[in-house]
């Protein structure tokens, strides 16, 4: 089999950092955390100066050069390759951007062992000689569809969860409601928690974590409008959930609203604009995807005069 690509990071050693213990150098000027440098310290590979390893208390001297493997030596998930489609929308060696289908889960879980965005992830770093298992940022509820970004290892998840629900990490979303909001804009401030006696169903409950969504309406049309929302918070069901509450649940929401399979297949919500920053490089991306077919077939709104960013 060809060798697969490991992603590892470098810093040359130049006279302010010679003698400064590498522990302090993989932590303070490299960002890892004491999490990561404890998995790597171990690895025959995990640490190297000048292709030496060497242990998180050696000084290297100016001119050398200090290597941290960052990639996965093993895969810990316990999720099995399995092949299936992927839209991949960005990908380099930290980070792999996806447009998700709807209807297809994320995590693998009772019912979907092997049809999933994990299994699908795993076979395709098989296929294209990748060494990382999977490693989720945030997540999209099955019937939603759009754009989520997955670390390749460890490090990269770790920073990008950090991002979440700060300005460093934007998430706008498309959604087709039922009615027309008034006002056009707003925030939806309200707390959600499970509703009693069901596993799935999350309400708005003053006992709840707090959640908060932003909205601006877009256009309406026989009765259903187009909203873009945004998220503050990140909770189960968040957006089906404060829209049900505002009496405006989504097309075809099963779960909060009413089930219209002649119209669409599945709550009407898609993940349309995403914001990061690069985990390693921090540079700001901005990624985009035009909604699915089934919410354009609503023709709420006409697909070619939606402009990004949203």
Known sequence: MEDRAVRRLELPITDGLAGVEVGTLLRKHLGLSGTVVRRIKWLSDGILVDGQRVNTRYRPTEGQRLSVRLSDPERRSGIQPAPGPLDIVYEDGDILVLNKAPGVTVHPGPGHFSDTIG???????????????FHPVHRLDRGTSGLMVTAKHPHAQEVLKRQLHTSDFKRVYLAVCEGVLAPDHGTIDAPIGPKPDSLVEQMVRPDGKEARTHYRLLSTQDGRSLVRLELETGRTHQIRVHMAYLGHPLTGDFLYGQEDRERIARPALHSAQLTIR????????NFFAPMPADMAALAVFPQNKLEFPL
């Open 119 to 133: 299994n699908f992830i795993l076979d395709y770093y098989d296929k294209s000689g990748v060494e990382a298992d």
């Open 278 to 285: 690069h985990p390693i490089t921090g540079q700001e991306l």
